[in-house]
């Protein structure tokens, strides 16, 4: 069965992991031939399986591909200079113009049983729509899918651009029920395409990874956080703020790190020195292994304003780290409140009152950790779900 991977970038992120987990969970059977198509590169590509067949795009669609402020953190010249030169091409004769120009030089020779859209349809968001348009329009394959790996209710899809995209694909893959609910609710016309596959975790490699080096000299109460600096998502500008309300309260020690690069960390370090809290909250930057940090940290702690299936949350579970995590829609899927972690209502102040707790009730902490001892992580499901998706007529 040849099958096609169609990835933005593999920069590092959740999406990118997932995908990366995928590949190496399909890649031991040999049934699939796998191709991966990516329109930029990223630190991540090292990680693809060697049995994956993969392709890149031309320097031009890599840039396109490529955030902004990561293109200037290269500070190449020229491709900084091609890049906005894009971007302006793009404001004159507009995306649905200028994208297919694009990417109809990067049609594939091969004819596919199956074409795999894996990054979110999210048309309000620069250039997230490019991995449908790519498959839906200049690939041939018998059975097109389409991944969703977020809230669409949240991430403000456009429904009329959602119907038009998504009108020749075969499936719409969510990552947890309820992002399934909500799509439901939200393009109705396409109920009987709407399915569901969870993402896969390399669970012993995981493990394996964790025990690579020692981040950091434990503590009295260590907390972790990891992701993509970006505060509309990921809401790690709360974060120094809890930590005030925590410094001001708190009778014991604590040290928040954060592991994770993007577009809001400056901003996130400023405003930790503004609050006073920089001797407490850390920002680590970004990791290829973070493993360590969560493995070794009492608590993961979870601040998104909206998720679909988040990585880092299995991650935890698998290395029996008890989690914290804002009331995302999808999360009573991965944790049980009181056994394996805590949701709060994702607040300032019920973030803060949840650890503040946990800070000074570790028969709280130890109780989690013994339950997720005693309930280990498994793949079995997401396997079920995406074989069966596969071998759907």
């Avoid at 059975?143 to 209710?153: C, G, R």
Wanted: charged letters at 20%; glycine letters at 4%.
């Amino acid at each position: 069965m040849k099958i096609l991977f169609v990835a933005q970038n593999f920069q590092m992120g959740g999406i990118q992991k997932a995908l990366i987990n995928t590949l190496k969970e399909l890649s031991v059977d040999e049934q699939y031939e796998i191709d991966i198509f990516t329109f930029g590169e990223g630190e991540l590509l090292k990680d693809i399986p060697p049995n994956v067949n993969v392709n890149i795009g031309n320097l031009l669609l890599q840039l396109i591909a490529t955030p902004f402020y990561v293109v200037k953190q290269r500070k190449n010249f020229w491709h900084i200079m091609l890049r906005i030169v894009c971007m302006l091409l793009v404001r004159i004769i507009g995306s649905n113009n200028f994208y297919p120009l694009l990417l109809k030089k990067h049609r594939p020779s091969k004819h596919y049983h199956i074409a795999i859209s894996y990054f979110n349809d999210a048309p309000n968001s620069y250039f997230n729509r490019g991995t449908n348009l790519f498959v839906d329009q200049f690939v041939q394959a018998h059975k097109k899918l389409a991944w969703i790996h977020t809230d669409p209710l949240r991430a403000n899809f456009n429904y009329k651009v959602c119907i038009k995209t998504y009108k020749n694909f075969d499936r719409l893959i969510c990552v947890s029920e309820a992002c399934k609910r909500n799509l439901l609710k939200f393009l109705p016309p396409y109920q009987h395409k709407i399915q569901v596959v969870y993402n896969f975790f390399p669970i012993a490699e995981i493990k394996e990874l964790a025990t690579d080096y020692t981040p950091f000299e434990k503590g009295t109460m260590d907390l972790v956080s990891v992701g993509r600096m970006d505060n509309a998502t990921k809401r790690f500008d709360l974060i120094p703020y809890i930590c005030k309300l925590l410094k001001e309260s708190s009778s014991k020690r604590f040290h928040w790190r954060i592991i994770g690069d993007g577009p809001d960390l400056l901003f996130n370090q400023q405003l930790a020195v503004q609050l006073g809290v920089d001797d407490v909250v850390e920002f680590v930057g970004q990791c290829h292994n973070p493993y360590p940090f969560i493995k070794e940290s009492d608590v993961l702690i979870l601040t998104s304003a909206y998720e679909g299936y988040p990585m880092v949350v299995g991650e935890a579970l698998i290395l029996e780290t008890p989690v914290i995590t804002t009331n995302f829609a999808a999360a009573g899927e991965q944790i049980q409140h009181g056994f394996n972690g805590l949701i709060t209502d994702g607040d300032i102040e019920d973030i803060y009152a949840v650890i503040a707790n946990v800070i000074q009730n570790k028969d709280c902490l130890d109780k989690m950790k013994k339950y997720i001892e005693e309930n280990s992580y498994t793949n079995r499901k997401a396997r079920e779900q995406l074989v069966l998706e596969f071998d759907r007529k």
